[in-house]
């Protein structure tokens, strides 16, 4: 999770310029793309490998892919692209993303309300639902068998809409569980509501384990699955990501 207060100058100057760099560099809109490594920050594509990893291991595992936490779309997407790419007619997998796209609903007292971080009510509210399903109409042109949808996103409080999308998808089997709401309560409701429908073999990844400013996500853990029942590991390129493949 991007923290203002541990970037340095240069930080803060590679920023400024990339965004400039960007905006005025030569190409159109798709040559630019299409050269995305030009652009792209090296701490995102350190973390895109990551997921990269996360999917090879689950990709001859049966079941959706739930993304807890949407923001703007990158990991939803990331999700749907190396599905197009590995498994292009695997239409049973179905990468499933949720978001209330209005920010945090609450905060409850395992959570730590931090104002830089957005960690607060309506924290990180992004508008982006019209945005996502745009993006997904495009991803479905560029893609084998794309009359079948592939990503799906679920619009609302995740304490509600998690328990009624499984009450309204009784088949669900759940190959992939990525946890990035930020908070305990979402987070917990995910992992009671998720895990009973995950098979050997499947993965839950964390995005805020162990993270001081975010402490929910670990509560959530401790108080539903337990830390001692999990080989919790991490990558060595990528700082935030942690998950453990369910034995």
């Not at 807890?68 to 007619?89: D, H, K, N, R, V």
């Not at 060595?236 to 493949?245: E, G, K």
Request: hydrophobic share 40%.
């Amino acid at each position: 999770m991007f923290d203002p207060r541990n970037q340095t100058d240069k930080d803060v100057e590679f920023a400024k310029g990339m965004n400039t760099y960007f905006k005025n560099s030569i190409g159109t809109v798709m040559d630019k793309l299409r050269n995305f490594t030009k652009y792209v920050p090296r701490q995102t594509l350190s973390l895109f490998l990551a997921k990269h990893e996360l999917f090879k291991n689950i990709l001859n595992v049966h079941g959706h892919i739930i993304e807890c936490g949407i923001f703007l779309g990158g990991g939803l997407m990331t999700w749907a692209q190396l599905s197009a790419i590995y498994e292009p007619y695997n239409h049973t997998r179905r990468i499933v993303g949720f978001d209330t796209f209005t920010g945090f609903p609450k905060l409850s007292h395992k959570d730590k309300e931090d104002q830089i971080i957005g960690a607060k009510e309506g924290g990180l509210t992004t508008n982006a639902y019209d945005d996502i399903k745009e993006c997904i109409r495009l991803y479905d042109l560029n893609r084998p068998i794309g009359h079948i949808p592939r990503v799906e996103i679920v619009k609302g409080d995740a304490i509600e809409t998690i328990p009624k999308y499984v009450e309204n998808n009784p088949h669900l089997v759940v190959a992939l569980l990525y946890l990035d709401f930020d908070l305990y309560e979402p987070t917990k409701v995910a992992i009671e509501t998720f895990l009973p429908r995950m098979p050997k073999g499947s993965i839950i990844a964390f995005d805020e384990l162990n993270q001081a400013s975010w402490p929910g996500e670990t509560l959530a853990v401790l108080e539903t699955i337990g830390l001692r029942n999990l080989r919790i590991k991490r990558f060595t390129f990528t700082p935030q990501l942690s998950f453990a493949i369910l034995e």
